[in-house]
């Protein structure tokens, strides 16, 4: 990872929709421009957290999947 996030989340063991549901509430909190790291271990989020972040203009700067751990780090948008 090059960014140190702002922030973590941590959804492992969790399924869907609830890390989703969770990443909504926690990047409300944000500033815009401030990172965050999602951690997960549901496959579904590999598809849903970078559709979350296309329909609500956050960026996606990394996205990374390792022995069933699924990474994502997130910029706040406008």
Same mark, same amino acid.
């Given at each position: 990872?090059?960014?140190?996030?702002?922030?973590?989340?941590?959804?492992?063991?969790?399924?869907?929709?609830?890390?989703?549901?969770?990443?909504?509430?926690?990047?409300? /909190?944000?500033?815009?421009?401030?990172?965050?790291?999602?951690?997960?271990?549901?496959?579904?989020?590999?598809?849903?957290?970078?559709?979350?972040?296309?329909?609500?203009?956050?960026?996606?700067?990394?996205?990374?999947?390792? /022995?069933?751990?699924?990474?994502?780090?997130?910029?706040?948008?406008?």
């Amino acid at each position: 990872m090059s960014i140190k996030p702002d922030h973590i989340l941590d959804a492992t063991g969790l399924f869907c929709p609830e890390p989703v549901m969770l990443l909504h509430n926690r990047i409300r /909190d944000l500033a815009e421009g401030e990172t965050l790291q999602v951690l997960a271990t549901d496959p579904s989020t590999s598809r849903d957290i970078p559709k979350f972040c296309s329909f609500l203009g956050h960026e996606l700067l990394e996205q990374e999947e390792l /022995d069933g751990n699924y990474r994502y780090l997130l910029r706040k948008g406008a």
